[in-house]
């Protein structure tokens, strides 16, 4: 016999109880802009609500992260400098390097993910090593493999390479256990494709490409099983977790990794669909609150075991 299902609907206390999917704080991770300077917190016009800061203002940020006990904090960084090899972005006392050393210090529980990739730090806005007007994947290897070195230096508990260079984390395994840094994890952005969505992000970290676009190191849009493809191969490399990105459009992809795998995947929700959310929400025209958390439960929902959302700390504020 199937029972009846409103009976498990009855009263919040019965939904909550029987419910089949479950948000936590510490599923979620925060990203965070930091950009060279001192006493700067400035606004990302295309993301309201979200700032800039500069190293010594990012104790605010962060103390709000730590008390919300959120998983973690993704660090991105935008140099003063930028040239063609990203230099600012392996600079012991590059931007990122102060940013990581600071919050490990003031906050030694918070967990702190580096985003390791070029575009920030090079004067093109591409990913890579730039050869006959094209990103140079082999010639990449070595300048990723030292941005992560960099950055577990500084302390880094988890690197996030997001460049989409093949063998990017077989690279940066082998540099990071040369060096004796056997426990510092890799977050690999496996599956991460030529999105539309990326546009508010990179007007927040001055990334955009000078020339040509992305597609020949992101993926097709149209493609799943490459998806799986690049999974399996960066898990085989030794990637510990998965980001599948972007989110919402992306949930049959998620499903499909999670399915074939049996690393911890993520989920993320990129600056694109949180500006969508915000600017439907400033109109009048959606429930902020009601759709951040929709789309942060499908995501769970489709087989996320981390989400990554400028939504975080407003999440696991309202979870209480
Ligand atoms: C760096 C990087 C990007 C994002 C994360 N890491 C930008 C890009 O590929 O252009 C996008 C994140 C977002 O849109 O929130 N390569």
């Given at each position: 016999?199937i029972?009846?299902?409103?009976?498990l609907?009855?009263?919040?206390?019965?939904?909550?109880?029987?419910?089949?999917?479950?948000l936590?704080p510490s599923m979620?991770i925060?990203?965070?802009?930091?950009r060279?300077?001192?006493?700067?917190?400035e606004?990302?016009p295309s993301?309201?609500g979200q700032k800039?800061y500069?190293?010594?203002?990012?104790?605010?940020?962060?103390?709000r992260?730590?008390?919300?006990?959120?998983?973690?904090?993704?660090l991105?960084?935008?140099?003063e400098?930028?040239?063609?090899?990203a230099?600012?972005a392996y600079?012991?006392?590059?931007?990122?390097q102060?940013a990581?050393?600071?919050?490990?210090?003031?906050?030694?529980?918070?967990?702190?993910?580096?985003?390791?990739?070029?575009?920030?730090?090079?004067s093109?806005?591409?990913?890579?090593?730039i050869?006959n007007?094209?990103?140079?994947?082999?010639s990449?290897?070595?300048?990723?493999?030292?941005?992560?070195?960099?950055?577990?230096q500084?302390g880094?508990d988890?690197?996030?390479?997001?460049a989409?260079?093949d063998?990017?984390?077989?690279?940066?395994?082998e540099?990071?256990?040369?060096?004796n840094?056997?426990?510092?994890?890799?977050?690999?952005?496996?599956?991460k494709?030529?999105?539309?969505f990326?546009?508010?992000?990179r007007e927040?970290?001055?990334?955009?490409?000078?020339?040509g676009?992305?597609?020949t190191?992101?993926?097709?849009?149209?493609?799943?099983?490459?998806?799986?493809?690049?999974?399996?191969?960066?898990?085989?490399?030794?990637?510990?977790?998965?980001?599948?990105k972007?989110?919402?459009?992306?949930?049959?992809v998620?499903?499909?990794?999670?399915?074939?795998?049996?690393?911890?995947?993520?989920?993320?929700?990129?600056?694109?669909?949180?500006a969508m959310i915000?600017?439907?929400?400033?109109?009048?025209w959606?429930?902020?609150?009601?759709?951040?958390?929709?789309?942060?439960?499908?995501q769970?929902?489709?087989g996320a075991?981390i989400?990554?959302?400028?939504?975080?700390?407003?999440?696991?504020?309202?979870l209480?």
């Amino acid at each position: 016999m199937i029972t009846r299902p409103r009976r498990l609907r009855k009263t919040q206390a019965i939904r909550n109880l029987t419910s089949e999917t479950r948000l936590t704080p510490s599923m979620m991770i925060y990203p965070v802009f930091v950009r060279e300077g001192r006493n700067i917190i400035e606004d990302i016009p295309s993301m309201p609500g979200q700032k800039r800061y500069s190293p010594d203002k990012l104790p605010l940020i962060l103390e709000r992260a730590a008390k919300a006990n959120i998983g973690g904090v993704l660090l991105f960084g935008i140099p003063e400098h930028k040239d063609e090899s990203a230099s600012s972005a392996y600079d012991e006392d590059g931007v990122i390097q102060q940013a990581i050393r600071l919050s490990k210090r003031e906050f030694p529980d918070l967990t702190i993910i580096g985003d390791v990739c070029m575009c920030e730090y090079t004067s093109h806005g591409h990913c890579g090593i730039i050869k006959n007007n094209e990103v140079d994947n082999d010639s990449t290897l070595e300048y990723l493999a030292r941005i992560a070195l960099s950055q577990a230096q500084s302390g880094v508990d988890i690197v996030a390479p997001s460049a989409m260079m093949d063998g990017q984390i077989k690279a940066i395994r082998e540099v990071l256990d040369a060096n004796n840094f056997h426990d510092t994890l890799i977050f690999s952005y496996a599956v991460k494709y030529a999105s539309g969505f990326y546009g508010p992000f990179r007007e927040a970290a001055g990334s955009a490409p000078s020339f040509g676009d992305r597609k020949t190191y992101q993926m097709d849009i149209r493609n799943v099983r490459e998806a799986l493809k690049e999974a399996l191969i960066d898990i085989d490399e030794g990637a510990d977790m998965l980001i599948i990105k972007p989110g919402l459009a992306y949930l049959d992809v998620l499903k499909t990794v999670k399915e074939n795998t049996l690393v911890p995947v993520a989920s993320y929700s990129v600056s694109g669909e949180y500006a969508m959310i915000k600017a439907a929400s400033l109109n009048g025209w959606l429930d902020e609150k009601k759709i951040a958390c929709e789309i942060a439960i499908s995501q769970v929902r489709a087989g996320a075991d981390i989400i990554i959302t400028y939504y975080a700390l407003e999440l696991a504020e309202w979870l209480r």
